[in-house]
């Protein structure tokens, strides 16, 4: 096999200087956190901090760890203006000269690092609004998905691979520790349009609403013709669910439900740059009734039920919603 194309190489013909910039400088940030969770047994960074994050969900240690290596790496990218991540409660300016605002999930899934579960980076890249030599605001990061400029995850897992969009298809990078650099691994990416894999919390089904509860028992009837029963897949890790998925094919559900009316998962560093990503391999996204990415933000932690995947799931998904 060729010499396998470096992401560096990759965004160079692939996108302008500036967004590079970010994206080198996110990946080698990605790399120092796939060491650091490889290594979580041997050094003292597995269990939690003992804080709350603005969620009030425990923090891990890595979290906290990867929220301040990947501020640092992008402070070192000039291009990089703004930062908003689940660990910090507001937004934060790193270079007043930068172009562009990152919304981060440092490391979503994290309660699966004790158990060796995948779990990942997911980052959403768009151009500020605020002139260069102002610091960012709010405002910067309550634009719709539809505005993204580059969107995708790191997944920690059997292997580390970068899997990211700048507006042109999905590409998949995998970290070799060799050459400590990540690697065209995945190209071109599409989203199987039919799927026959779903991922939703079944334990939480009690608590859904009846057309959510109709659109699962859809999936667990027997229909050869439409190779059902789909097989029930669920990491609790949504950078491991929706991998899973972007490969072989299926939906990704976290709905509202009694518990949380807005569903669990965050709009802006979660939802929106899964759903750009997802939209950009050929799948859907939609929070049951309209598209991820055309939902307005007006809080930087909201939250949004989600229905993501191949095509044709979702679009069963939605049938059921709409009763
Ligand atoms: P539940 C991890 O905490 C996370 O944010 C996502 O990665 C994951 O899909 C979801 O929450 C799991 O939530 O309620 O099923 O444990």
Not at 175 to 198: C, R
Not at 260 to 267: N, P, Q, V
């Amino acid at each position: 096999m060729g010499k396998a194309v470096k992401l560096s190489e990759f965004l160079q013909s692939n996108t302008n200087i500036e967004l590079a910039s970010v994206l080198v400088s996110l990946a080698e940030g990605c790399k120092i956190i796939a060491r650091l969770v490889n290594n979580a047994g041997l050094s003292d960074i597995i269990g939690t901090t003992g804080d709350t994050n603005v969620q009030g969900e425990t923090v891990q240690k890595l979290d906290d760890l990867s929220n301040k290596i990947l501020m640092d790496y992008l402070r070192a990218s000039e291009t990089c203006a703004g930062y908003l991540s689940e660990e910090n409660e507001g937004v934060v300016t790193l270079n007043t000269g930068g172009k562009y605002i990152i919304s981060v999930d440092p490391l979503d899934g994290s309660s699966n690092i004790d158990v060796c579960a995948p779990i990942g980076t997911i980052f959403n890249i768009c151009e500020r609004l605020t002139k260069a030599g102002e610091e960012v605001n709010n405002d910067d990061f309550f634009q719709k998905g539809t505005t993204t400029k580059a969107g995708g995850y790191a997944i920690y897992g059997s292997s580390t691979i970068v899997v990211l969009s700048t507006g042109n298809g999905v590409n998949g990078f995998t970290y070799g520790a060799e050459e400590n650099d990540f690697f065209l691994s995945h190209p071109n990416m599409t989203m199987p349009e039919k799927g026959k894999i779903y991922s939703l919390n079944q334990g939480n089904a009690a608590k859904f609403d009846e057309s959510v509860q109709n659109f699962i028992a859809y999936c667990t009837v027997v229909d050869k013709e439409t190779s059902r029963p789909y097989s029930l897949r669920y990491i609790g890790s949504m950078v491991g669910d929706l991998h899973r998925n972007l490969i072989k094919g299926g939906i990704f559900v976290y709905p509202a439900n009694k518990g949380e009316k807005k569903g669990k998962l965050r709009l802006l560093y979660e939802c929106i740059p899964m759903s750009y990503l997802t939209e950009q391999a050929g799948g859907k996204a939609s929070d049951g009734h309209q598209r991820i990415l055309d939902i307005q933000p007006v809080e930087l932690h909201e939250r949004t039920a989600i229905f993501i995947g191949s095509k044709n799931l979702v679009d069963k998904a939605e049938e059921f919603l709409r009763g």
